[in-house]
Each structure stands twice: as structure tokens, then as C-alpha cells.
């Protein structure tokens, strides 16, 4: 039953009902028409019997004879439809009889009711069964009954005691087949059956209808519904919306639900969206911001390095210089006081002294210079006087500055300058360059060694830039002890010589980066080229101008 | 038998200085003109003293120092670190490094030679 499901269970019950009113009222009705049935047909038979008696009631008494009353009794049997009809005397003695069937008494009981009617069920030979009526002939009470009963050879005494003797001629029987009898009933009953069965299927059929309209719409909230627990809000139920009844409030309340549920799950949803949209900007915005902090902090932490650096190297730088300082004053303090504390020193000694002294003086007075000079330069306030110039008188007049100086020191000074070649310099500036490179050459070079000064054309800035166009190359080789590779870059950074450079004899200072930053300046490089015990090279190149127009005229 | 002071510097003057200074007071004096070379002598001399610049060529007086003081044989020498360097992070380094004392350039002749009588005598 649990299977079956609201409208299995209506429509059951229902059809439960109507069947058990039907067969009740059909049982009811059967067997009320039956009744009517029968007394309308033993009515009928009763009324023909009589018509039949009143019809023929002088053919029997007047004529009497066996054929007449033989024909009688055979017309009442065609006309009445009847099985079989027996007509006897007031004796009970049958004197015409028809259709009688076998193993059927054809005796009279002689009794019945106040008119001498009975009705009885009889029961032939084969097992027929029968309905009987008999009934007795009453005289008309017209005064000839004595002669009637004199033909009928009625005897006054033979008289059933219940009947008045003059209202009596005879009886007569009629059986009727039970069959014949039942069967319009039959019919009846199997129409009444059909009627109620019909009628009993179309209230099932209306039952199911009325059922599956009340339960369709619950069967579909309850789909619907399974649907929305489910997440599937969009449902709604269209089966018994119209419905006026409870149904159909139900309906469209649940439907006002789901559209209400549906509403509020898109606007937890659209919420929950912009929230999450929300979010999702905050948390980009927030990255973004992080982002740059940690590359604020990062560029910070750089330029806190470099500063740091800076402040480093600055620190060595001055720590450097007071070094550098201190050494050649110490010189002349150690000498000064020597002579001071000498109450007579010779002549050799006071001169020895006083040279060392003097000497200390200049270097100190050089590297003032020098460490002013390359601060002004590197701060940008030098003042260059740049012009367009002949680079020849600057690189002889240089070597030429020299050439006592290395003539001293048995080193061999040569120069080249085969064309002459224009730039726009600062003379004495570049003159300095070249004049700091022979003297480092003579410097760390022995007696015999050579120094070559050359001047030249050069296609491109040099080992850095990588620049092309038109240069002027300057060159100071020499065959001294040259440098390890690895303090090319280092000995043009302040007094990296005298610092790390430990091969080579004191006196390294800031020269080197001093003409650095004057090549620099001049949109130049400057680079060596050396190994240890090849010699060393020197070289730097400055951009070209075209030769000024003036210097060719005053040249022509 | 005279005490020897060695006298490391690769400024010829100063050198020559202070090894006058050293030879005036009776003591014999020694000179190197790098780190490598004050560690050659001061290996084969054993000096009583050995006055150390830093700043030289080949080996610098920090790790000469550090050098002589670990060595058994040399360790004992009294090393007085004579510089132009005079900052406090150079004096932390220098006695890190193991020497006994540190004397800043320019010195007095004067003070050298009374500190190496309180040293030596």
C-alpha cells in the first residue's frame, strides 16, 4: 500500500466504497424488482386465468365436451405463454390437461386462499422446477350453478369445506417454467449489474480524475521541492495553479515561496559575488600596494647600499688620503727633529736632512694638489678651457717635459706623431694626461728600458663604449715590469697603486684617476694593455673635430 | 750583546730615520723594505723588536703581525705597529692581529727613543 501513493490510496478507497454501495443497493434493487417482478407476472397469469375462465365460462359449462374444453385449455397455454395447464372438476378429476410434463401429479390440492388461489413451486420428473398457480373456477352465482354442477358432474358432498359450494365449479392449474420466469428477472438483474458496474467504473474513473487533479499539483511541490533542496530554485509548480480550492492556495503559495527563495538566493549570490569581486580588488590593490612597498623597499635598500657604499669609500678615500698625507709629513717631522736634536750635524747630514725634507715638502704639496684637482673635477667645477687644437704640440710637449727626467734615468723616450690630428681639448688638461703616463712609465721602468709615445688615428673609442667614429689614440708603452690583469681596472681608482699593488715601488697616488676623469670629460676612454713582464700600455683615445678652417688658412 | 730592533717601512726616508734613531741609541738596527722581507729577517734575526708600518708593499703589517705571532719561534718579538693609519678600527685590527703596541705617524724621534730604552733596557 505504501507503494501506491495518494491517488492509489483515494482512488481505492473510493472504489472500495462505491462498489460495496453498488453491489449493497444492486442486491437491494434485484431483489425488490424481483419481488415485482413476480407478483406483476403471477398478477398477470392471474388476471389471464380469470379473463380465460370469464371468456370461455359458458363453453365449458354449456358445451363441456372433452374437444371444446381440450381446445380451451390449449388456447390458454398459446396465449398465456404457459408450460403446461390442467383443468379438473370440483372432485379434483382432470378432465383437459396440456403440456403436462412427465412425473408431474396431475392431482388437485383443492386448497388456497379465500378466492382459491395458490401459488407452489413444483418439481417435474426430470427436476423442471415450476410455478404453479391454482385455482378454483367460482360459479357466476347466476342461479344455474346446479346445472353447471350437474355438467361439471360435480357431487355437492365431494365440496372442499372451505369453499361455499356454489361459488365453486373446479380448478385449474397452470405451471409456468421456473426458467421462463427467472429469465426476464435474469435480464433485469444483468442489466441492474452492468448499470452498477458501469456506474461503479465511471465513479472510479471520476474518482481518479478528482484524485489525480488534488494530488498531481502536491506529487509536482513535492518533485519541486526535492528540486529547491537540491539548489534548483528556478522550479515552479503549473499543475492545479488555477485551482480555487486549498490545492490551488497551496500551489501558488509554494510558488510565491520559490520565487521568494529564488530572489533571495540571486541576491545572496549577486552579494556574495560583489563581495567576492570586492575582495578580490582589495586583495589585487593590497598586492599591488605590497608590491611597490617591497620594491620602494627594495630601490631604498639599494640606495641605502649605495649610500652606504659611498659612504664606505668615502671614508676609505679620506682614510686613504690622511695616509697618504701623513707619510711624507712624517718624513719631515722625523728629519726636522733629527736636526733639531743634533747639536752639530754635519754638513752632509744637514744637507741630506734639509733635502729629504724639501723633497717630503713637494710630494706633499703635489698630492694636496692633485687630491684638490681631481675633487674639482669630479664635483664639476673645474673650469676647462676647451678649444679646438692640434693634438702634436701636446703630446711632444709633454715628452719633451720628460725627456731630462728619463735622459736621468738611462730610459730611452721616443715619440711618433706622423699627422697631425684636431680635437677639441682642453690642453693643458690632456697635456697632464699624458704627462702622468710617462712620468708612472719612467717611474716603475730601469735603466735601458724604452719608452715609445705615439699619437694615431683610431676608428673606435676604445674597449668600453663600443663606440665607432673618428678618435685620436695616444700611447705610452713601455718595457718595465707591467701589470697583472687583474689590476688593470684597479690602478686607475685613488692610490690603488700604493694600496694593492704591492710589486711595484711606492709613489702611486692619484694620477691615474685624475687622467681617468679628464679623458672622461673629453668623451674618451682610457685603458691599459699589459702583463707582467711584457711592459705596459697605456692608451686612451679623444673624439675627432675637423680640422677649424682658420688653422688651415694660417697652415696654407 | 746590543739588542736588535727591526724596522719595516717602504718609505725610504722614514726607514732611514728611524734606523738612525735605533743606531744612536746602541741598539743594532734592522731594516725590510716590504712584509715579506721584515718576515725573512725577522725569522732568521729574531729581533727584540720590531717596529711595523702597514702600509707595505707584498704583505701588509696586519698579516706580517699576525704571522710572526703565530709562528713559536717569532712570537715572542715585541711588535709596535708604527702607521700613518691612525684610526681606532686600525688599532682594534692591529691588536687583533696581536701586536703589542701602536704608534702613529708622524712620530717624534724623540718619543722613539725614549719608548725604546723603557722596551729594550
Redesign the interface.
Known sequence: MSRLGITGKLVFGLALILAGLGTALTTQAVSQFGQFLRQQATERLEAQALNWIEANYWQMVVIGDQPTLSRLVRDLQVKSSVSYVILANSEGAVRAAIGVPAGLSQAVSRRGDFMGRRWTEVRDGAGVEYFELEMSIPSTGTGMSSDLESMFGLASQARPERLPQAAHLGWLRIGVDRRDFNSRLQVVVRNNALLAAGLVGLAVLASFFFARRTVQPIAEMGKAATSIAGGDLSLRVYRGVNHSDEVGDLVRNFNAMAARLEHNSYEMARFRAGLEQMVEERTRALEQAKRQLEERTLALQEANSKLEERDRAKSDYI?TV??EL??P???????A??LM?SPDPSPPELERRLA?IN??TDRLTRLIGDILDLRRIESGVELWKTADADLRPIVRGAAELLAPKANEKGICLSVSTPDEIWARVDADQVQRVITNLIGNAIQFCSRGDVIEVSLARAASAGPFGNREGNFALIRVADTGPGIPADEHARIFEPFQQ??K??????GAGLGLTISREIVLHHHGEIWVESQPGCGSSFQFTLPLTRRPAFAAAAQA | MSKKVLSCDDEPYILEAVSYVVEQEGYIALTAQDGDEALQVAKIEKPDLMLLDIMMPKKRGFEVCRELKADPATAHIYVVMLTAMGQERDMEHASECGADEFMTKPFSPRNLRKRLHELLD
Open positions: 682614510s690622511s695616509h701623513r707619510t709629513l712624517t718624513s719631515i717631522k722625523a728629519h727633529e733629527l736634536d729629504i723633497e717630503s700604493a694600496k699593488a704591492p710589486s711595484v715601488a711606492a
